[in-house]
């Protein structure tokens, strides 16, 4: 099963292509899709597009959303450990980046060099962990992360692992298609 494919909504300004479910946000109290930003009278202005508005629109957007409850459910039920794995990531990601801030800020202080450096987390509640205990949720994450890549074999090997895990593949098939992603054609 494919990820849903994405979709557009126009808009007076531009027309916005819904990728992820991250763009649908609450702005001002009102259910949005977040369109980035866009020139505007000579301004760069952040667009977005109502759904409480718009009935086809919002009508839309939920058969959308559906499709990508379906699609999660889906990965959930052949890719053991995925979402928990995708959430430990966020948060070690979220974590360091606290740590590094909290660091930079230290710094700056004149009158604490390093006398009282941030709090350090938990290094063993980490993605890693987790990667061990679910290996086929790890396997599948690091192929997603080739679908970003902008060598198209790369990308193929990315995709074709990550369609290995989800229909019950070996893990061992999967890592050898990233491991070898140089001699892949389509």
Known sequence: ???????EIETRVKVIKL??????????GRKCVDGGTATVNGKSTRIYAGLDNNPERAAKVAAWV???????????????????LRKAQDAAYNEDYRYYQQFEKMMEDEQNDGVNPPAAYNKQQTASV????????????KAEGYLQASNDKKYS???KAM????TGGTIEEAEVTLKNWTTIWD
Do not use: C, H
């Open 163 to 166: 369609e290995i895990i989800a």
């Open 130 to 141: 987790l990667a061990a205990q679910f290996p086929r949720a790890a396997v599948y994450l």
């Open 19 to 28: 990728e992820t479910l991250d763009q649908i946000v609450t702005a001002q």
């Open 66 to 84: 559906a499709e990508w409850e379906i699609y999660n459910a889906w990965q959930a039920s052949n890719v053991p450990g995925l979402a928990e």
């Open 1 to 7: 099963m494919n990820k849903p494919n994405p979709i």
């Open 157 to 159: 090997a990315g995709k």
